[in-house]
């Protein structure tokens, strides 16, 4: 199982984020599994984005005061976010994630992309 | 949301020494809690999933236990390759929240 991010390494801000992940090696229509997006700041912590199912079941931060929309094409073996309006403070890596629900809600984050550094700056 | 507060926010330990990192969550989430390792330069690992269960592949010297609000994860004979920082994480309420890392390193 891989998972591997794709997407710009500088945005503008006030622009649009878009990232994807396409996984290999797993299938993405199991019930027992979320993707989700997590980041990382530098020197800092860990952040979780939102996670979503191959049917659409959805959840994603408050935090990102609905800036953030995560989307998945199963039949593609992608998942894709998008955050809008970023600022210099959405610098950071992202992390694309699988995210071990076991039927549950959001839970356990088991499987990692290699992450992706966005450097937002005009 | 829950907050996670974890200590020390920095270790330093010796080689073959037992260490244990505190995390504290701002109310009851049971055994909710997983702990990530996390080097420079590579994504996190998951070690520890819901409180005390070793991940599949993760060496017995790292362990997790607690419940409730008080959490302990512990390495027993640190090693060379085990300097990274390492996070709690809490699933028992959305959004999922992570402590802020501590960042260990070899003496």
């Known amino acids: 199982l891989q998972l591997h991010e794709s997407g710009p390494g500088r945005v503008k801000p006030s622009e649009t984020l878009t990232l994807t992940c396409t996984v290999s090696g797993f299938s993405m229509s199991s019930s027992d599994y979320y993707w989700a997006w997590i980041r990382h700041f530098p020197g800092k912590g860990l952040e979780w984005l939102g996670s979503?199912?191959?049917?659409?079941?959805?959840h994603d931060n408050p935090s990102l005061r609905s800036r953030f929309t995560i989307s998945v094409d199963p039949s593609k073996s992608q998942f894709s976010m998008r955050l809008n309006s970023v600022t210099a403070a959405d610098t950071a890596v992202y992390y694309c994630?699988?995210?071990?629900?076991?039927?549950?809600?959001?839970?356990?984050?088991?499987?990692w992309g290699q992450g992706t550094k966005v450097i937002v700056s005009s | 949301d829950i907050q996670m507060t974890q200590s020390p926010s920095s270790l330093s330990a010796s080689v073959g020494d037992r260490l244990t990192i505190t995390c504290r969550a701002s109310?009851?989430?049971?055994?909710?809690v997983n702990w990530y390792q996390h080097k420079p330069g590579s994504a996190p690992r998951l070690l520890i999933y819901d409180a005390s269960n070793l991940e599949t592949g993760v060496p017995s010297r790292f362990s997790g236990s607690g419940s409730g609000t008080d959490f302990t994860f512990t390495i027993t004979g640190l090693q060379p390759e085990d300097i990274a920082t390492y996070y709690c994480?809490?699933?028992?309420?959305?959004?999922?929240?992570f402590g802020q890392g501590t960042r260990l390193d070899i003496k």
């Open positions: 979503i199912t191959h049917t659409w079941n959805s």
């Open positions: 994630v699988r995210d071990r629900s076991n039927g549950w809600g959001p839970r356990a984050f088991d499987v």
């Open positions: 109310q009851d989430i049971s055994k909710f």
């Open positions: 994480q809490q699933f028992d309420h959305l959004p999922i929240t």
